[in-house]
């Protein structure tokens, strides 16, 4: 390769990597002063947080915000829940990992449709359905743990595919010294 050419190469590479970057990261919402805030940790180092609030119509939001392994994480998530508390829409967008992430959820006239980063679908929605979110935050995997606590048999099937089933492990007595509870896990 002659200097001309690994000149104009470098030259290339460079415009090429620096046009993903041309566009601006979408503005995300910014938690309230009172949002519950969730501190969270790995191998006891501290990489971000985790809030949760409700807004004045009931649309439950979360935001998230870590750096691990050198990759940063910032992601906005909605959620509204219908009146017996099941899902009837999800939005997230934000970073993932340093890529550009938009994942939605609805219910409209008993159909669902959803699109995540790496799948997309529609189908007719039904009692103890629930949609398992490719990303999000902590609070959609609350959202499906809730789902399958009201459940019959404590039990969901899930789009895109699957089923989710919570099994009793364990149960035991603990108490505060006036008031005696059971713990069941």
Known sequence: ???????GFFVLLMFWAGAGS?????????????????VIISMGAELGWSKRWSDK???RWSRETYTQYGAATDIEQQIVLGSKGELQSFDARGSLAGADTLENFSV???????????????????????????GGTLDSRILL?????????????????GRMQLERLTSAPFSNGRTVR????
């Open 108 to 134: 409209t006239q008993g159909a669902f449709v959803f699109s995540s980063p790496i799948d997309a679908g529609a189908g007719e929605m039904r009692e103890n359905l629930s949609y398992i979110a490719y």
């Open 182 to 185: 059971t713990l069941t896990a």
């Open 57 to 59: 119509d009931g649309r």
């Open 145 to 161: 743990f809730d789902a399958a606590r009201r459940a019959p048999a404590m039990a969901v099937d899930l789009v895109p595919s």
């Open 22 to 38: 041309a566009t601006a990261a979408p503005k995300l919402a910014a938690p309230p002063r009172a949002a519950e805030t969730w």
């Open 1 to 7: 390769m002659q200097r001309g050419q690994v000149i």
